[in-house]
Protein backbone atom coordinates (compact mmCIF):
# COMPACT_ATOMS: atom_id res chain seq x y z
CA UNK A 1 0.00 0.00 0.00
CA UNK A 2 3.24 2.04 0.13
CA UNK A 3 2.37 3.21 -3.72
CA UNK A 4 -0.97 3.78 -3.02
CA UNK A 5 -1.90 7.33 -4.92
CA UNK A 6 -5.20 8.60 -4.39
CA UNK A 7 -7.15 9.09 -7.62
CA UNK A 8 -8.24 12.75 -8.48
CA UNK A 9 -11.90 13.60 -8.27
CA UNK A 10 -12.54 14.65 -12.08
CA UNK A 11 -16.17 15.89 -12.15
CA UNK A 12 -18.25 17.27 -9.60
CA UNK A 13 -22.05 16.19 -9.75
CA UNK A 14 -25.02 17.98 -9.16
CA UNK A 15 -28.20 16.91 -7.13
CA UNK A 16 -30.06 16.46 -9.96
CA UNK A 17 -27.05 14.14 -11.45
CA UNK A 18 -26.80 12.42 -8.65
CA UNK A 19 -30.56 11.40 -8.55
CA UNK A 20 -30.40 10.18 -12.04
CA UNK A 21 -27.41 8.41 -12.19
CA UNK A 22 -28.39 6.04 -8.83
CA UNK A 23 -31.85 5.56 -10.71
CA UNK A 24 -30.47 4.15 -13.92
CA UNK A 25 -27.60 2.04 -11.58
CA UNK A 26 -30.96 0.46 -10.35
CA UNK A 27 -32.35 0.76 -13.77
CA UNK A 28 -35.70 1.97 -13.14
CA UNK A 29 -37.20 4.73 -15.60
CA UNK A 30 -38.75 8.05 -14.09
CA UNK A 31 -42.13 6.44 -14.29
CA UNK A 32 -41.07 3.09 -12.27
CA UNK A 33 -39.16 5.83 -9.36
CA UNK A 34 -42.25 8.07 -9.80
CA UNK A 35 -45.42 5.10 -9.07
CA UNK A 36 -42.74 4.21 -6.09
CA UNK A 37 -42.64 7.55 -4.44
CA UNK A 38 -45.22 9.19 -5.37
CA UNK A 39 -43.41 11.96 -6.85
CA UNK A 40 -44.87 13.32 -10.78
CA UNK A 41 -42.36 12.02 -13.29
CA UNK A 42 -42.57 15.71 -14.55
CA UNK A 43 -41.17 16.78 -10.91
CA UNK A 44 -38.53 13.88 -10.97
CA UNK A 45 -37.22 15.21 -14.53
CA UNK A 46 -36.89 18.73 -13.51
CA UNK A 47 -34.72 17.47 -10.32
CA UNK A 48 -32.57 15.19 -12.62
CA UNK A 49 -31.97 18.50 -14.45
CA UNK A 50 -31.84 21.10 -11.61
CA UNK A 51 -34.63 23.08 -12.58
CA UNK A 52 -36.39 22.23 -8.91
CA UNK A 53 -34.48 21.92 -5.85
CA UNK A 54 -34.74 18.29 -3.92
CA UNK A 55 -35.40 18.95 -0.67
CA UNK A 56 -35.50 17.48 2.72
CA UNK A 57 -38.92 15.53 2.25
CA UNK A 58 -38.34 14.37 -1.18
CA UNK A 59 -34.90 13.13 -0.59
CA UNK A 60 -36.04 11.25 2.03
CA UNK A 61 -38.65 9.26 0.33
CA UNK A 62 -36.41 9.32 -3.11
CA UNK A 63 -33.73 7.83 -0.58
CA UNK A 64 -35.79 5.52 0.91
CA UNK A 65 -37.11 4.08 -3.05
CA UNK A 66 -33.63 4.17 -4.34
CA UNK A 67 -32.11 2.08 -1.27
CA UNK A 68 -29.60 4.96 0.06
CA UNK A 69 -29.31 7.55 2.37
CA UNK A 70 -30.54 10.77 1.84
CA UNK A 71 -27.08 12.25 1.98
CA UNK A 72 -26.07 10.93 -0.73
CA UNK A 73 -28.43 12.60 -2.72
CA UNK A 74 -28.23 16.19 -1.18
CA UNK A 75 -24.67 16.59 -0.82
CA UNK A 76 -23.45 14.30 -4.04
CA UNK A 77 -19.90 16.21 -3.89
CA UNK A 78 -19.37 16.17 -0.36
CA UNK A 79 -15.39 14.54 0.71
CA UNK A 80 -14.94 13.24 3.69
CA UNK A 81 -11.18 13.87 3.69
CA UNK A 82 -11.98 17.37 3.11
CA UNK A 83 -14.66 18.05 5.86
CA UNK A 84 -13.21 15.85 8.93
CA UNK A 85 -11.93 17.87 11.88
CA UNK A 86 -8.54 16.62 12.25
Known sequence: MK???ESPKR??????ESVRIIRQ???????????MTGIPQSTLSAIEHDRVNLGVERAK?????????PAVLVFPSWDIEKNVAA
Do not use: D
Request: proline share 0%.
Open 25 to 35: LQELSQNQLSA
Open 3 to 5: NYQ
Open 11 to 16: TEVSVG
Open 61 to 69: VLARALKCH
